[in-house]
């Protein structure tokens, strides 16, 4: 596709149900990247995917949050047992792999909203 | 790890010149990256810059200075489109080369 595509645009979920999110990066972006944006807050890194492989799962919060990638294009975000606090935008990005070319940016997708009632 | 800061909220008039600051503090600075984000919206890249002076592109530019872990974003002829979040990121070799860290950001609101 023309942009990184994240679904759904909106999740409403109960505290304590599970929650899967999705995102579909640019294709040929072998860096595939979530955040979290909380309101009036900046964007917190979560996780780095380089192909299917994460080195980097440093900014997840908790054993609720786990990702997964496959076939180095779709990845999931999947959040355990939600909590109140976990509310906010997640945003998906890809890039080139900044190794190979370090002034690749970001490119964002559209973010899921996610809200824990 | 990383501190970045930027003013939280700037106001300008519409045909103004207006210059959003960032600084930071790393031990391994590896480049910068100035985004823009419209409420509700998608960050899209502005700028980068990974040595000192200014980079210019149209009606933005943006300058950086290592040895003080300053940047600024420089935008001339305001427009009312221009009202947005602007994000001020860093890359740092020795927190994770491949992320960049996020400033909270600075909410420009250009009036008429």
């Known amino acids: 596709g023309a942009g990184v595509s994240q679904s759904p645009s909106n999740k409403v979920t109960e505290k304590g149900k599970d929650v899967e999110l999705r995102c579909d990066p640019i294709?040929?972006?072998?860096?595939l990247y979530w955040y979290r944006q909380s309101l009036g807050q900046g964007l917190e890194f979560l996780i780095y995917?380089?192909?299917?492989?994460?080195?980097?799962k440093s900014g997840l919060p908790s054993d609720r949050f786990s990702a997964e990638r496959t076939g180095g294009s779709v990845s999931t975000l999947t959040i355990q047992r939600t909590q109140q606090e976990d509310s906010a935008v997640y945003l998906c990005?890809?890039?080139?792999?900044?190794?190979?070319?370090?002034?690749?940016?970001?490119?964002f997708g559209n973010g899921t909203r996610l809200t824990v009632t | 790890g990383q501190n970045i800061d930027q003013p939280t909220e700037m106001t300008a008039t519409e045909g103004a010149i207006v210059q959003i600051n960032c600084t930071y503090q790393?031990?391994?600075?590896?480049?910068l990256f100035w985004y823009q984000q419209h409420a509700g919206e998608a960050p899209t890249f502005l700028s980068y810059?990974?040595?000192?002076g200014l980079e210019e592109k149209g009606r933005f530019s943006s300058f950086l200075s290592r040895s003080k872990g300053y940047s600024y974003l420089l935008l001339k002829e305001l427009q009312m489109k221009d009202s947005a979040s602007y994000l001020c990121?860093?890359?740092?070799?020795?927190?994770?080369?491949?992320?960049?860290?996020f400033g909270t950001g600075t909410r420009l609101l250009v009036s008429p």
């Open positions: 990005a890809s890039s080139n792999s900044p190794q190979r070319v370090h002034n690749s940016p970001l490119h």
């Open positions: 294709s040929g972006h072998t860096a």
């Open positions: 995917f380089q192909g299917n492989s994460a080195p980097d």
């Open positions: 790393t031990s391994g600075f590896n480049g």
């Open positions: 810059n990974v040595l000192d």
């Open positions: 990121a860093v890359r740092d070799v020795n927190t994770g080369f491949q992320k960049l860290v």
